[in-house]
């Protein structure tokens, strides 16, 4: 079954306590029937109807349960979403340390390790 893809229009239009939806991280939601069941009350959903709540629903920290019932209100994903860059700086490419970097730290090591046993011998002439 292909995923129906809903517009921003369309989920704006879905903005009452008879008739509400939600985007939550491009996910778009009905959760008109959750309202009575929803633990913070209908306000929190109603108020968030027809617009993005992913903000809201991040800020308030809800649980793994609570994650886990979203699927059960799934309609579609959103038009035109991209999901946001994580924060801080990932435009560098994390550094691996790869097989070059550890021949050289070994040579490295073999050669100060030449030069001490070299001195210690000399030591004991």
Not at 8 to 16: G, L
Not at 85 to 107: E, F, Q
Request: hydrophobic letters at 40%.
């Amino acid at each position: 079954m292909a995923t129906q893809v809903v517009s921003p229009e369309e989920v704006a239009k879905h903005n009452s306590s008879d008739d509400s939806w939600i985007i939550v991280h491009g996910k778009v939601y009905d959760v008109t029937k959750w309202q009575d069941a929803h633990p913070g009350g209908a306000e929190p959903l109603i108020e968030a109807a027809g617009t993005d709540a992913t903000e809201k629903f991040e800020s308030i920290g809800h649980t793994n349960s609570a994650r886990d019932l979203l699927p059960n209100y799934y309609i579609g994903d959103l038009e035109g979403w991209v999901a946001p860059r994580p924060r801080g700086d990932n435009t560098k490419p994390r550094r691996d340390i790869d097989r070059r970097t550890l021949l050289i730290a070994g040579l490295g090591i073999a050669v100060a390790v030449s030069i001490g046993l070299l001195i210690w011998w000399r030591k004991r002439r």
